[in-house]
């Protein structure tokens, strides 16, 4: 710059004070510059270069450019488009007022576009009454007068905005991911998840013992969508998000999420697939609607209540409703059921796993339930992010059904899982984690909200993420255990008859807790690794992965990334180094040419070495100091796998006993 320190040309003071004068001895500051002072400097200081504004509120409005559209407005033939961009955002407020209307009143509710303090900016949003735009907003309780905002497809930043204004427990964190709590549920509800019963559903649908969807008449459905209708229209401003779930694009979905939280936009924003400004503006009536009035309960006088959560399916309808929780989860895995549903109808398979792919289009599936790894080991620098969490397996190979992943943030560290800790950054939703009040550096060990703290951020976010997120056909499926008794082997090659068995019964072991006293692990079975999201019974799945496998030669692993050396309390994790080095020798192929070894008791096929790994935890009764301890639990963890089983057996025999007997066999002996 010219202004050197001596040249005080910045300031320039008004009129003839003491200054100017300099009778008190500070230095006479010049005011006025010479025609030859100002050709020196060529650089000009703020004074001099032009000004725009005119007024402060002038400067603010320039602060902020109008979205210019992406799209010329022509048709298909080039022709100048006969739809007007406010002809289609007539339409678009037309479709989203559809949406929200009152299924009991003839007078649907008054939406406008924007925020309603926004006042200054009313000219860049499409308002279906003008006038009323920029007016005070009356709190009527009468819904047919008041006017519900929406806020349509809003960007990270808005959302942050939006958040940080009005919901408390939002805070930017030091890497500029958003804090937020989600409240008094901190996971999903799996027994407040009901389905509507109809005519078709009740032949459809997997009912009954065992089955994750619980009843409910399409009577009480209405009810509670009338409920959390009525709750979204009573506020000032809602969230409207139109976006996409699967990256087939035969097979894409088209879904509205209509929420009260920012929260819950920006969650949906990162975990679906997001339209471009050209795919939005074609986007017409959803295929799928869901209404989350998280934050109202439901009413438990109404039929069929049991608390006042509920999550509500209705397949007639394409609906769903959200009553009484704010876990953003429900809403991701709500149409991650929808799927389950969708999927098989067209001969896709849903999967409840993580993908990713090799340098040479080697396609891995990760099945496991919360916890096992799926989000942690598909995510790997060497390989390509296909998805974290939910994807489906069609003719054309596969695809992620979402457009973001739902890390576990407990214990996160950046040496260990680099790619996810750099994933938390500006955009990523960070859910019930504790911060430093002041430097807003978050502590992943701390577990004073919950245990399950997540982070939701766009796949993008992860650097070698595969962009359209779809495959070839699986050469590895990967089923993830962890096992808190510490007796499955830490990798094991499958039969297909044994990945069926597997699949099916969907086992992992949970610890029982940190209080202490609590010592045992639980067994949990879950059908297809996922028996809260699937519709039909798990051998309908199960049909379809086995007849997969089978076309596409794929091999299946069994992979316990859990204990070792002694179950909860005695044993530790295994190393997730190791875990990585079992997985690399998948990818690689290296694993198909071990030495193989089989297990008493599960009939399991060990490798005697892995690059990598030490030999001797391969087998875990190796690992075990108390020998009498392991076969006791060996066979605890059998009889376990084996009652569970009984109840799947009995249906499958009615549909193919040869099948049924077969993978009957693969399971344990005792
Ligand atoms: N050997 C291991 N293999 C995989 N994950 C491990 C291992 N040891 C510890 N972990 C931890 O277990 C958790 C696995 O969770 P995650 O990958 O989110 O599971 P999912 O996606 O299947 O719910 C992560 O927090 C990870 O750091
Ligand atoms: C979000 C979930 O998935 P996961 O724990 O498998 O990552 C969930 O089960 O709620
Ligand atoms: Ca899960
Ligand atoms: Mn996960």
Not at 23 to 34: A, D, Q
Not at 391 to 406: F, L, P, Q, R
Not at 443 to 469: L, M
Not at 602 to 623: H, S
Request: aromatic letters at 8%; glycine letters at 8%; charged letters at 25%.
């Amino acid at each position: 710059m010219a202004n050197d320190g001596k040249d005080n040309g910045e300031f320039s003071f008004v009129s003839g004070g003491e200054a100017e004068t300099g009778r008190r001895g500070l230095p006479k500051i010049h005011t006025e510059r010479t025609a030859a002072e100002t050709e020196r400097d060529i650089c000009h200081d703020d004074s001099t270069t032009p000004m725009r504004a005119r007024t402060l509120e002038h400067l603010h409005s320039l602060q902020k450019k109008r979205s210019t559209p992406t799209t010329p407005l022509t048709d298909a033939h080039g022709v100048f488009s006969p739809v007007s961009e406010a002809e289609r955002q007539k339409q678009q407020l037309k479709s989203i007022s559809a949406s929200l209307a009152s299924l009991t009143r003839e007078t649907g509710p008054k939406i406008v576009r924007g925020d309603p303090e926004k006042k200054a900016e009313a000219h860049t949003g499409t308002v279906l009454d003008h006038h009323h735009f920029g007016e005070p907003i009356l709190n009527l309780s009468d819904s047919a007068l008041k006017f519900t905002h929406i806020l349509y497809n809003l960007s990270p930043a808005e959302l942050y905005e939006q958040a940080i204004k009005v919901e408390k427990g939002s805070f930017i964190t030091a890497t500029g991911a958003l804090a937020t709590l989600s409240g008094a549920k901190t996971g999903r509800s799996p027994r407040d998840k009901r389905v509507v019963k109809d005519e078709t559903t009740e032949d459809e649908l997997w009912w009954g013992k065992g089955s994750p969807n619980i009843e409910m008449d399409e009577h009480t459905f209405l009810i509670n969508r009338e409920r959390a209708v009525d709750y979204l229209n009573s506020l000032d401003k809602v969230f409207v998000n139109d976006q996409f779930l699967n990256w087939d694009p035969e097979h894409r979905i088209k879904v509205r999420i209509v929420s009260a939280r920012a929260y819950h936009s920006l969650f949906m924003h990162n975990m679906c697939i997001r339209p471009t400004a050209e795919e939005l503006e074609d986007f017409g009536t959803p295929d799928f609607t869901i209404y989350n009035a998280g934050q109202f309960p439901c009413n438990r006088y109404t039929h069929y209540m049991t608390s006042s959560t509920s999550i509500d399916m209705n397949l007639a309808r394409k609906e769903m409703v959200i009553l009484g929780t704010q876990y953003a989860g429900e809403m991701k895995k709500g149409l991650f059921s929808l799927m389950h549903y969708l999927m098989p109808k067209r001969q896709i398979l849903s999967l409840h796993s993580g993908c990713n792919m090799g340098k040479n289009g080697d396609v891995a599936l990760f099945f496991g339930l919360s916890g096992t790894g799926k989000t942690t080991l598909s995510t790997d620098h060497n390989r390509y992010l296909i998805g974290d969490d939910e994807h489906c397996w069609s003719d054309n190979g596969v695809s992620n059904i979402e457009g973001g992943c739902y890390a576990k943030c407990i214990d996160l560290s950046r040496e260990k899982e680099p790619d996810i800790w750099n994933a938390i950054k500006f955009g990523t939703v960070l859910e019930n984690v504790v911060f430093d009040e002041h430097t807003r550096e978050v502590d992943y060990s701390e577990k004073s909200v919950t245990e399950n703290t997540r982070a939701a951020y766009p796949i993008e976010y992860i650097p070698n993420a595969k962009i359209p997120c779809v495959g070839p056909h699986p050469k590895n499926v990967i089923l993830l255990a962890c096992d808190a008794f510490g007796v499955l082997p830490p990798v094991s090659k499958l039969s297909l008859a044994q990945t069926m068995y597997h699949f099916i019964s969907g086992y992992t072991a949970l610890v029982a807790g940190t209080e202490d006293g609590v010592k045992e692990p639980t067994a949990t079975f879950s059908a297809c690794f996922g028996a809260a999201f699937i519709m039909l019974h798990p051998s309908r799945y199960a049909a379809m992965l086995a007849e997969k496998m089978k076309k596409h030669g794929a091999t299946g692993w069994l992979v316990n990334t859990g204990w070792s050396g002694g179950s909860y309390g005695s044993g530790n994790r295994i190393k997730l180094a190791y875990t990585r080095k079992i997985i690399d020798a998948i990818h690689s192929g290296a694993l198909l040419e071990a030495n193989y070894t089989k297990t008493e008791v599960f009939g399991l096929e060990i490798p005697d070495a892995i690059e990598g790994v030490p030999a001797e935890i391969l087998d875990p009764v190796n690992t075990w100091s108390n020998k009498d301890g392991h076969k006791e639990t060996l066979l605890k963890l059998g009889g376990l796998f084996k009652k569970n089983y009984e109840g799947i057996h009995a249906y499958q025999v009615q549909r193919d006993s040869k099948l049924a007997e077969e993978i009957l066999a693969a399971g344990p002996t005792l």
